[in-house]
């Protein structure tokens, strides 16, 4: 006989003994009474006991019986209790979203789209990790978020699904001391001779402009190089020197004239914040439902 049958008469014997009932079971099991029946003569007659004793009154366990259902009983009901989590998972009644993001794209993308997820699903656990967009990247790869929020340039391998969902423009930003520098026009390779304050190299916004300069032969030398955009913004208020960040982190300094955009005589080309996906990866039903609102004309299969 082998391990399926007997795991369905053991399913039979769960049960019967659960409903007190042969009839009671088959209606719940959509068994015909017959069947049931059958399915506990079968299980007897392997194991060579007697488990129930049938009488006019019902059922009663013999000693067999008890012992054999108390170590059938907590496997069954642990199955039961499963397939109820599933359900709860697939209803978005509970689970977790693993998302990775950097300070800009959590700060100026996601933060409003987490909001409105946690009002519509808030017993889904939102689980975010704080990166630039390559240990993003390597999150994903090593199956810890479900997806990522990065900013270009990125080369990503051949399993890396990239979608494009706001466009962002970078800007140099400086401070009174620089003032002499507000009403021109500056050409790129003047930047070789003013103190900048950069992200750090291992950063997309970083490798975005020296690339971008590159193709200019020009090579940057930040005077200094910082973790975060918003502490740019602070050296720049403080005069330490010319800050490179997304436009969004300075725009509140610039509209209150502590901060000013410098002008070139040809504008930086702007860049993107994508979604980052695997594309041949699982995903669960809560990621599948917050990509669907973060992309609501994307289709995804959990």
């Known amino acids: 006989m082998s391990v399926t049958v007997n795991l369905e008469y053991y399913k039979i014997f769960y049960y019967i003994v659960k409903n007190g009932s042969i009839t009671k079971a088959a209606r719940e099991l ?8 059958q399915g506990i003569k079968h299980l007897e007659v392997a194991l060579g006991v007697s488990l129930l004793v049938r009488s006019s009154k019902g059922i009663r366990l013999t000693a067999e ?24 998972m697939q209803n978005l009644h509970t689970g977790e979203i693993r998302i990775g993001a950097s300070d800009m794209t959590l700060q100026f993308y996601l933060l409003p789209y987490l909001e409105k997820f946690h009002m519509l699903y808030p017993n889904i656990k939102v689980n975010v990790t ?54 021109r026009r500056l050409k790129y390779r003047e930047l070789e001779h003013l103190p900048l304050i950069c992200l750090e190299e291992k950063s997309s916004t970083r490798r975005y402009i020296d690339r971008f300069l590159a193709q200019q032969d020009i090579v940057l030398h930040p005077e200094f190089e910082l973790a975060t955009s918003d502490m740019i913004v602070q050296f720049a208020l403080r ?10 982190f300075a725009q509140p300094y610039i509209d209150q004239g502590l901060l000013f955009p410098l002008t070139f005589q ?13 594309k041949e990866g699982h ?9 669907d609102i973060l992309l609501p004309e994307e289709t995804f299969s959990v």
């Open 65 to 88: 019986g008890e012992m054999l259902y108390s170590h059938v009983a907590p496997g069954y009901e642990s199955i039961e209790l499963g397939e109820h989590l599933i359900r709860e």
């Open 239 to 248: 005069n330490l020197g010319i800050g490179y960040v997304m436009s969004e």
């Open 130 to 183: 704080n990166g630039p967009t390559p240990e993003t990247a390597e999150y994903l790869h090593q199956g810890k978020i479900d997806f990522g929020v990065i900013s270009t340039p990125f080369e990503g391998s051949k399993n890396d699904q990239l979608i494009p969902v706001k466009n962002i423009q970078d800007t140099f930003i400086a401070g009174p001391k620089f003032f002499q520098l507000k009403n």
């Open 266 to 278: 040809s504008p930086l080309p702007k860049r993107s914040f994508c979604i980052i996906k695997n």
């Open 30 to 37: 959509n068994l015909s009474q017959p069947a049931v029946s």
């Open 283 to 291: 995903i669960s039903a809560a990621a599948a439902k917050m990509l």
